[in-house]
């Protein structure tokens, strides 16, 4: 089956489909942005209890989507993704569970203060209102990102890789069961019940208006896509091209140890460290023990001129490989001219991700801080605590690398807007 | 002239130095972000100087605009705002003084954390980049806009309704002067220097990546056209369509206090009052004496079936009438049912913009204020308050009436972004 291509026919059957979503989901928003902090999260719990008592389902629609996959040859990785099995379904419900938990925004006061005249103004937070995830095939995220649009009182319209899409429908139908049962509107969480590509162009148009903010996750094609055809606003989610920075002043036992973490810990995820840049200033103490380090464990190094004279089986790095995002047990590897190379290299290379100094110079960290682009900049730390549950904002629904509204784990607080609220006392304007 | 043609000759010229224009802000908006507070400030203080001695320059040009607007017949309302004199060149100075004096944003820290694990966690203000500002004839926004845009650390892309173009260009080459003096590069602040319109449509589509957000400030046209073309983020400055909500447990007197301020103070700006709706259940009391107080500070009503019944002056409200921004002495007027009637009609016919409750219930005015999807929600306080300087920004850009990023006054903080700075002594992630 072709699922990417579709006939007139059946466009115009799904552009009415899914602009019926959209006025669905509007109405919705309504609803869940005036809907009690308790209420929302009892629905929540109860949509976690519907997940659990749907397990057999589950797995049932999961099978299918995992037989299809391996059939079609899809990799190991995506096999792994994709499969379900009772503790995956459990780990599914317990998140669901963990953002119930988590301290309701709407209606948050950030800041409040008072004027002059008399006036008090608050600064109340508020739902964003519809918002369109557009993900890739993991049937987790089917719950994370319905739940967390959820409790920060937005509606949400759902679209998953087509190759977990019965697994998509059945968390998805014992969601709005648990929902529905605590009053919560049928359309506050809908999930797109067809495969093709055809509905993401379509999201990305905003539905005419019903869809206030696209949330992106995927590799490189989605993300080319949206940046390409999208007509609403994108908290996107670009790649995790994070450096780790030796600087001059770096204790090398400390360096050492960052930079495995930030490279090895986990290679997949999208905090994980791409890139060594090593100062030439201590390139001479720190470059060969970090290299072998490096190699030690695993981990392929392809570096400049520098970098290959400490070892031999370090590679040549191509200009490419400093753009690269690894997502593997590779790095590539450079010494650079201070710390204004460093910020340089990374301002001309990074994603604007995450991006580490190791340094116990003060000055030198806090410039590094003010002057690297980049949603999340570490001193001393692993790029690998780029996570909003590390942030402690509990889920999140990806790592946004944008500069508007988001920026960084984007968990519920960022799924919100504000207003202000202002009480006089018939307060005039003279 | 003919200002809205333009030969494809001159279309790819005008293609080009556009995108040039967008390299250099997009190298500017690098230096400013990580320019010192005080430099940026006394930078803004020569700008402010360099205006003052340019005025005789201004002057001129600003005749020239005025003499070509008269001819062409503008009204006088176009006229007043486009003409300048020493005391408006003066008011242009010191407003620029002070933006300057503002706290400056960048480096701020609006949150700080420590997590279990010893990581320190601030979140921090940066610029948002490059900023395109979109505006009509009104020369001073020339001034204010790129002195707001630069104090928080952005380059800025002007473009001025083709009107003002002699006087903004005056006014700019003076700042830029000023500005260079104190080592601001000369693009942080750049005019487009042609009036016709095929500029806009191209700053909108991003200027290949170089423009971060857009500002449009302007009448419907602008805005419709913002919306059908823009491919890049806008802080989209809609209508005031503003209400004014009488419950049934307002105070007569004070009613009458904000809704006559709410309207009449001034007609014509975004924050004034275009609809009255009055609670029925307090209709039989106060619908006559508010509608009376109108009529008799010379303010046109527009009214439904009860309100045309109390005063012979009231003439029937047209359906447009309710989504109207009259931006003058008129005003629509309507009994409603109840506070939720109240909501319902605001949702359905007002902009988000700023709308107002006069009552001495304390939980129907939280009801209210929760429920009103506006940027800018009072209580017992005149809709006219809607305005950055009134909050206590300092100056603003405009009024902000989406969701995303900024909402309500767009001030020298909402003009930025944020980052995330993380310290840690060595920390991994286990």
């Known amino acids: 089956m072709n699922r990417h291509v579709i006939n007139p026919a059946d466009k115009a059957k799904l552009t009415a489909e899914l602009r019926a979503m959209g006025r669905k989901a509007r109405e919705a928003a309504r609803v869940l942005g005036r809907m009690p902090a308790g209420q929302k999260a009892q ?18 629609a999961n099978a299918l ?13 995506f096999l792994d993704r994709l499969l379900l099995n009772a503790q995956r379904i459990e780990a599914i419900a317990a998140s669901i569970e963990d953002i119930a938990a988590l301290p309701d925004p709407v209606g948050a006061v950030t800041e409040e203060w008072m004027r002059p005249n008399g006036l008090r103004i608050a600064r109340v937070r508020t739902p964003l209102g519809v918002i369109g995830v557009i993900f890739e095939s993991r049937p987790n995220v089917t719950a994370d990102a319905g739940a967390l649009c959820l409790k920060a009182g937005n509606a949400v319209i759902l679209r998953t890789g087509s190759g977990a899409l019965r697994s998509a429908i059945a968390i998805h139908a014992a969601m709005v069961a648990g929902l529905k049962a605590e009053g919560v509107p049928e359309a506050a969480i809908q999930l ?3 495969g093709d590509r055809e509905a993401v162009g379509q999201m990305l148009t905003g539905l005419d208006g019903a869809i206030d903010v696209i949330v992106p996750r995927g590799g490189k094609s989605l993300v080319a896509r949206v940046q390409a055809e999208a007509r609403v606003p994108v908290f996107a989610h670009l790649d ?19 930079l495995l973490n930030s490279k090895l810990r986990r290679t997949g995820v ?8 090593v100062d030439g200033a201590c390139a001479a103490t720190h470059l060969a023990p970090l290299v072998k380090a490096l190699l030690d464990a695993g981990c392929a190094v392809r570096g400049d001129d520098a970098v290959q004279a400490v ?12 753009g690269t995002e690894f997502l593997d047990a590779i790095i590539a590897a450079k010494v650079v001219d201070g710390l204004e190379d460093a910020v340089r290299h990374i301002e001309q290379h990074g994603s604007h991700h995450t991006d580490a100094i190791i340094t116990a110079d003060a000055a030198a960290a806090a410039q590094f801080l003010a002057e690297v682009d980049s949603a999340i900049v570490l001193h001393n730390a692993s790029t690998q605590f780029a996570d909003g549950g590390e942030f402690g904002f509990g889920a999140e629904i990806g790592i946004a690398t944008g500069r ?3 920026r960084g784990p984007v968990g519920v607080e960022q799924l919100t807007s504000f207003k202000y609220r202002v009480v006089g006392e018939g307060t005039v304007r003279p």
Chains 1, 2 share one sequence.
Do not use: F
Not at 43 to 60: D, F, G, K
Not at 241 to 252: E, F, G, K, R, T
Not at 311 to 322: F, G, I, K, N, Y
């Open 192 to 194: 797109v019940q067809v």
């Open 65 to 77: 989507d995992c037989a299809e996959a391996a059939a079609e040859g899809q990799n190991a990785a």
């Open 270 to 277: 999208c905090g994980s460290a791409e890139t060594l840049l």
């Open 43 to 60: 629905a929540l719990r109860s949509a976690a209890r519907a997940v659990r008592v749907a397990e057999a389902a589950i797995l049932e």
């Open 311 to 322: 070892d031999p089986r370090v590679t040549p790095a191509s200009e490419a490989d400093w």
């Open 404 to 406: 508007m509204h988001a």
């Open 240 to 258: 995790g091209n994070n450096h780790v920075y030796v600087h001059a002043a770096a204790d090398l036992a400390m360096a050492k140890d960052v």
